[in-house]
Structure formats: C-alpha cells, structure tokens
C-alpha cells in the first residue's frame, strides 16, 4: 500500500481498464470517480500488448464494494472492453520518480550519495546547479528515498509516475474475454 495513503484510507485498489484508442474517454472515466467522490491517486494510460488496444492503469482509495461498483460503471462505457480491480497482493508493481537535487548541497552533506547509494537510486545528470537522480521501484522504495534526501534539504524539484502492473495470473483476463467474443461472433445466430 503507499506510504501517504495509509492514513487516508483502508484500502487502495488498482484499476486495469482496456479500452478502444477513443478520444475523450478518459474524461469519462474521470467523471465516473468524480460522481462517486472517490479521488484518483494516480493513472497511467498505454498502448497494451493486444494491438488497438489501450490499457488504463487507475488507483484509488475505496472500499472494495466501492472499487466494484467504479468497476461496473466503467464497463458499461461502450469502448471499454474490460475493467478489473485488483488488491497489492495480486499485481506486481512499479514506479519511477525523477529527484532534482542541489549540487552544493549533495557536495557539502555526504547523507546526500549514501541515500542515493542505499536506495539504488542512479544519477543521471550533474551540474554546477543541480544533479537529478532517477529511482524505479516500489512507491514505498521511492518515498523512502525522497524523504531521505528531503530530511538534507537537498531536493528542489521531486516527481514520480504514475504506477504501472501486470496481474499476478497465468493469463490475461482481457485475452480471455476477446477469445469467448471471438468464438460467439464466429458461431451461427441459430446456435449461441
């Protein structure tokens, strides 16, 4: 679970929406966790690995019966082909955040390279000004890390993305889906 999210709420729960490339849907995806009063922590939107398809990645702060009702609502838009929520224990993660640190800072206060070194963070660049370092890893891995190099007083600009997943399973439930559409299109009206 994230780490600033514990205090706000018991469960955060992952959303995978995949979708047709339509403009304007995410609007609408938007609209349906606004008329619930349920706040996006974060979103992520991708090409997925089925050709023409887009994948959704949605997090959230809800109640479980809340997470399948958001569910629900969101299938029901007409280019949604599929949406599942899903726990932390069912997905694997990941994020990546970009740090932008002050050179004369990371010089004077050796706390600066150790949190970068202990966390596996890597440096990607370094100027008289500043150096920006890059952290990929779990959204606790990477708080760990900004408040660690907060607490020096070296950050001037912090930013991480949105988080993306794959499930857990052995086969992809969207796959599925399209294989049993595929099989019904395929059978004559007389027989489904």
């Known amino acids: 679970m994230e780490e600033k999210n514990t205090e706000l709420c018991e469960n955060l729960y992952t959303i995978l929406i995949y979708s047709e490339n339509t403009p304007g849907l995410l609007s609408q995806i938007s609209a349906i966790f606004t008329r619930r009063q349920v706040n996006i922590e974060t979103i992520n939107v991708c090409a997925s690995s089925t050709p023409g398809v887009h994948k959704y990645t949605v997090t959230c702060c809800c109640t479980r019966s809340m997470a399948e009702m958001l569910t629900k609502q969101i ?25 932008k640190i002050s050179t004369p800072v990371m010089l004077a206060d050796s706390r600066v390279s150790s949190a970068i070194r202990n966390h596996g963070a890597r440096i990607v660049e370094v100027n008289p000004t500043y150096a920006t370092a890059e952290k990929t890893g779990t959204t606790a891995d ?15 600009q912090f930013v991480r993305s949105g988080r993306i997943c794959i499930t857990k399973s052995t086969s992809e439930r969207l796959d599925e889906y399209l294989a049993q559409r595929e099989k019904e299109r395929a059978q004559p009206e007389g027989n489904k």
């Open 142 to 156: 990477i708080l760990s890390l900004y408040n660690a190099l907060n607490q020096t007083g070296a950050v001037l």
């Open 75 to 99: 299938e029901k838009r007409i280019d949604v082909l599929q949406s599942n929520y899903y726990t932390d224990d069912e997905i694997f993660i990941i994020e990546t955040s970009l740090l």
